[in-house]
């Protein structure tokens, strides 16, 4: 089993940037694909960006050239770094895990932090 932990989000002004963390434990070398998406009020959850096991990245058209998804191995985490934050960016955002097999695939979620862009 895997655990997610995120941590960075916040309060910040239009234009301005983040950094969200996800810190992950557990079975972390069973993990394929780590990705974060948000979720506003309302509204569908929606992938932001994901980063595979060989470092391939894919983005949501509404982030790419803004925002840029990272990880450190060593250290079993992934970054999303947010730059030129606009009010449309607020939600809850949540780490996720991804298990791809054969068979089966498996989700695990963090609690999810909170990024509030508002002047």
């Known amino acids: 089993q895997v655990q997610l932990v995120e941590s960075g989000g916040g309060l910040v002004q239009p234009g301005g940037s983040l950094r969200l963390s996800c810190a992950a434990s557990?079975?972390?070398?069973?993990?394929?694909?780590m990705a974060w998406y948000r979720q506003a009020p309302g509204k569908q959850r929606e992938l932001v960006a994901a980063?595979?096991?060989?470092?391939?990245?894919n983005y949501a058209d509404s982030v790419k050239d803004r925002f840029t998804i990272s990880r450190d191995n060593a250290k079993n985490t992934v970054y999303l770094q947010m730059h030129t934050l606009k009010p449309e960016d607020t939600a809850v955002y949540y780490c996720?895990?991804?298990?791809?097999?054969?068979?089966?695939?498996?989700?695990?979620w963090g609690q999810g932090t909170q990024v509030t862009v508002s002047s």
């Open positions: 980063i595979t096991s060989s470092s391939s990245t």
């Open positions: 996720n895990a991804g298990v791809r097999r054969t068979y089966n695939s498996l989700d695990y």
């Open positions: 557990g079975s972390v070398f069973s993990i394929n694909v």
